[in-house]
């Protein structure tokens, strides 16, 4: 039978143990909050009425609520005050020693069945629990700030938790509505590990100078319906608190990828530790401020003119070919799409026709509109109709070989001038230049499918394409209402470096027998706010898809950290490819 938790207590009132005492309030729990002295009871008094009188203005508590949950919170300086208390949660500074020996102080206090919970977030929970007398009853419990409004609790375990600790805890966070997800007791848990990790490859991105601060975070907002972009990110979280965490992960885990980027280490020196400073990677109106005061113009060539672009030619038939020829027909260019056969060019106007009567019937267009984007739209099978386009685009399969192939034959038969764009997203764009008369001509542009939804696409140009021609591509992203971001010819260009590194770590994350696909994609989703959890995605993607872009990054960067994970492997293998087999890292037939 489970502990009656209707009193719990509260050590620490900062901004997150207010937080959580809120939430236990709200609630209907009893609550003992223990601050150290009376200063920093004050404050926590204030975090107190600050939440909840805000929470009042914007109609989420009546005033007699709010004075209802804040007569459930009794506050002092005593810790003995937390005895009756038969769950205590620890939310103090995040320093090892003064929470061991809060641990210790709290064994002589609390009767053998209280439980013990921290609000650590990368520190060990097996080092807290050894601690105590109590081994077995200690476990932790991360909260997210503020602590009212995010509804994820991360619950670690050790390998000597009681399991009937685990139930009870959970039950009460599902009691004060948050979402709970287990784990066990590794550095950074489940979302600290797998956020972070990616955080810092974008400081690395960022410090070598592939994209701009305002195109690596574009990428991953448009590309992945991320809130927001990795560096805003770290600057909402604070550089010095991302540099603990990657430090503490680092030292545990003695991966890489997670060693600190030199630059955070730079800025923490210099002052600049995000929003709370003013200063991070952006610059805010004030400490505290959300509001940016020096974002960068879009994206412009110097010195260099667009050409001209009216007729477009794209080389492919599957589902993003068919989708980038409705985008630009609907843009007002000129399109014709080359097909292997005739029932191959049907088919992609069928799609383009399809979508497009959907528009109609949702009001997006007029009929009108989808007659004229339809009468700029042509197909052919001889690749010599795109003679006259002024900027190809290659849409065909994901093989290096038959790229090359194709792009040598484009240079026999378009003109000069014309621009010719692949839309791979992992391959080398150089190597189509290379077998080409006009490698100055050959450019990356890759779109995100479904292309007529996303808006980004990745402009990517070699070392040998024309400033002009980099120009041209971005206009016409822009004239079909996309977003366009640049970066160097490297393997993943933006999103891709920095998603899949991600997907591969929370499948070694599972095949540690760390914590659940369920828990996991939850944790990601409720946690972080990203749309899809790492397995629905790779699911969505294709777990053959997401093997093949890894080993492309293994190969280009030589990173032990993105070798891909053998679980990715033994699934392909196995016929388990995601949603379009119907089974991959869940169960998509039931």
Same mark, same amino acid.
């Given at each position: 039978?489970?502990?009656?938790?209707?009193?719990?207590?509260?050590?620490? #009132?900062?901004?997150?143990?207010?937080?959580?005492?809120?939430?236990?309030?709200?609630?209907?729990?009893?609550?003992?909050?223990?601050?150290?002295?009376?200063?920093?009871?004050?404050?926590?008094?204030?975090?107190?009425?600050?939440?909840?009188?805000?929470?009042?203005?914007?109609?989420? *508590?009546?005033?007699?609520?709010?004075?209802?949950?804040?007569?459930?919170?009794?506050?002092?300086?005593?810790?003995?005050?937390?005895?009756?208390?038969?769950?205590?949660?620890?939310?103090?500074?995040?320093?090892?020693?003064?929470?061991?020996?809060?641990?210790?102080?709290?064994?002589?206090?609390?009767?053998?069945?209280?439980?013990?919970?921290?609000?650590?977030?990368?520190?060990?929970?097996?080092? #807290?629990?050894?601690?105590?007398?109590?081994?077995?009853?200690?476990?932790?419990?991360?909260?997210?700030?503020?602590?009212?409004?995010?509804?994820?609790?991360?619950?670690?375990?050790?390998?000597?938790?009681?399991?009937?600790?685990?139930?009870?805890?959970?039950?009460?966070?599902?009691?004060?509505?948050?979402?709970?997800?287990?784990?066990?007791?590794?550095?950074?848990?489940?979302?600290?590990? #797998?956020?972070?990790?990616?955080?810092?490859?974008?400081?690395?991105?960022?410090?070598?100078?592939?994209?701009?601060?305002?195109?690596?975070?574009?990428?991953?907002?448009?590309?992945?319906?991320?809130?927001?972009?990795?560096?805003?990110?770290?600057?909402?979280?604070?550089?010095?608190?991302?540099?603990?965490?990657?430090?503490?992960?680092?030292?545990?885990?003695?991966?890489? #990828?997670?060693?600190?980027?030199? *630059?955070?280490?730079?800025?923490?020196?210099?002052?600049?530790?995000?929003?709370?400073?003013?200063?991070?990677?952006?610059?805010?109106?004030?400490?505290?401020?959300?509001?940016?005061?020096?974002?960068?113009?879009?994206?412009?060539?110097?010195?260099?003119?667009?050409?001209?672009?009216?007729?477009?030619?794209?080389?492919?038939?599957?589902?993003?070919?068919?989708?980038?020829?409705?985008?630009?027909?609907?843009?007002?260019?000129?399109?014709?799409?080359?097909?292997?056969?005739?029932?191959?060019?049907?088919?992609?106007?069928?799609?383009?026709?399809?979508?497009?009567?959907?528009?109609?019937?949702?009001?997006?267009?007029?009929?009108?509109?989808?007659?004229?984007?339809?009468?700029?739209?042509?197909?052919?099978?001889?690749?010599?109709?795109?003679?006259?386009?002024?900027?190809?685009?290659?849409?065909?399969?994901?093989?290096?070989?038959?790229?090359?192939?194709?792009?040598?034959?484009?240079?026999?038969?378009?003109?000069?001038?014309?621009? *010719?764009?692949?839309?791979?997203?992992?391959?080398?764009?150089?190597?189509?230049?290379?077998?080409?008369?006009?490698?100055?001509?050959?450019?990356?542009?890759?779109?995100?499918?479904?292309?007529?939804?996303?808006?980004?696409?990745?402009?990517?140009?070699?070392?040998?394409?024309?400033?002009?021609?980099?120009?041209?591509?971005?206009?016409?992203?822009?004239?079909?209402?996309?977003?366009?971001?640049?970066?160097?010819?490297?393997?993943?260009?933006?999103?891709?470096?920095?998603?899949?590194?991600? *997907?591969?770590?929370?499948?070694?994350?599972?095949?540690?027998?760390?914590?659940?696909?369920?828990?996991?994609?939850?944790?990601?989703?409720?946690?972080?706010?990203?749309?899809?959890?790492?397995?629905?995605?790779?699911?969505?993607?294709?777990?053959?898809?997401?093997?093949?872009?890894?080993?492309?990054?293994?190969?280009?960067?030589?990173?032990?950290?993105?070798?891909?994970?053998?679980?990715?492997?033994?699934?392909?293998?196995?016929?388990?490819?995601?949603?379009?087999?119907?089974?991959?890292?869940?169960?998509?037939?039931?």
């Amino acid at each position: 039978m489970g502990l009656d938790l209707t009193t719990v207590a509260v050590v620490g #009132l900062g901004t997150m143990g207010a937080g959580i005492a809120e939430v236990l309030a709200r609630a209907g729990i009893e609550v003992i909050g223990v601050e150290k002295d009376d200063a920093g009871l004050q404050r926590g008094l204030g975090h107190l009425a600050h939440s909840t009188d805000r929470a009042v203005r914007d109609g989420k *508590l009546t005033g007699q609520e709010r004075d209802a949950l804040l007569g459930r919170i009794r506050t002092g300086t005593d810790l003995s005050a937390v005895a009756p208390a038969r769950l205590v949660i620890e939310a103090i500074d995040e320093d090892l020693d003064e929470k061991k020996a809060l641990f210790v102080r709290l064994d002589e206090l609390c009767s053998a069945e209280t439980i013990f919970a921290t609000n650590t977030s990368s520190l060990s929970v097996t080092e #807290l629990a050894a601690a105590t007398g109590r081994p077995g009853r200690v476990v932790g419990t991360h909260w997210f700030n503020p602590a009212p409004v995010m509804g994820l609790v991360e619950i670690i375990s050790t390998v000597v938790t009681d399991p009937t600790v685990l139930t009870d805890v959970t039950g009460l966070v599902e009691r004060v509505g948050k979402s709970a997800v287990t784990a066990g007791d590794r550095a950074g848990f489940i979302v600290d590990a #797998l956020l972070f990790g990616y955080l810092n490859n974008a400081v690395r991105m960022l410090e070598a100078r592939y994209a701009s601060r305002e195109d690596v975070d574009a990428a991953m907002r448009f590309g992945c319906g991320h809130p927001m972009g990795p560096l805003a990110l770290l600057d909402l979280i604070g550089l010095d608190t991302a540099y603990a965490i990657l430090d503490s992960i680092y030292h545990t885990s003695r991966d890489h #990828l997670h060693a600190p980027a030199p *630059l955070l280490k730079q800025l923490i020196t210099a002052g600049m530790l995000g929003r709370k400073t003013g200063r991070g990677f952006y610059t805010y109106a004030a400490p505290d401020s959300p509001e940016v005061v020096d974002p960068a113009p879009p994206t412009t060539i110097a010195g260099a003119d667009a050409r001209a672009v009216r007729a477009v030619g794209v080389v492919g038939t599957g589902t993003m070919a068919a989708g980038i020829v409705e985008v630009l027909a609907r843009s007002g260019y000129d399109v014709i799409v080359r097909a292997r056969a005739e029932e191959k060019v049907a088919a992609v106007r069928k799609r383009v026709e399809s979508s497009l009567e959907k528009s109609v019937a949702k009001g997006r267009m007029s009929s009108d509109d989808r007659d004229a984007t339809l009468s700029r739209l042509r197909g052919t099978t001889d690749l010599a109709d795109l003679a006259e386009a002024d900027l190809i685009i290659e849409a065909v399969v994901e093989d290096l070989d038959v790229k090359r192939e194709l792009f040598t034959q484009l240079d026999k038969v378009a003109k000069p001038g014309a621009v *010719l764009a692949t839309t791979t997203s992992s391959l080398p764009v150089v190597e189509c230049a290379a077998v080409t008369s006009r490698p100055a001509d050959v450019i990356g542009m890759h779109w995100f499918n479904p292309a007529p939804a996303m808006k980004l696409i990745e402009v990517v140009p070699t070392v040998l394409t024309a400033p002009d021609v980099v120009a041209t591509v971005l206009a016409v992203a822009r004239a079909a209402r996309k977003h366009p971001v640049t970066c160097a010819d490297r393997a993943g260009f933006i999103v891709n470096a920095l998603l899949f590194p991600y *997907l591969n770590d929370a499948v070694r994350m599972l095949e540690a027998h760390y914590a659940t696909v369920e828990d996991i994609d939850t944790a990601m989703k409720v946690g972080c706010g990203h749309p899809m959890g790492p397995f629905e995605l790779a699911d969505v993607v294709g777990l053959d898809v997401t093997l093949a872009i890894q080993r492309t990054l293994y190969l280009e960067f030589r990173e032990p950290g993105y070798a891909p994970a053998p679980l990715i492997e033994h699934l392909v293998r196995a016929g388990y490819l995601g949603r379009k087999t119907a089974r991959g890292f869940h169960n998509h037939s039931v």
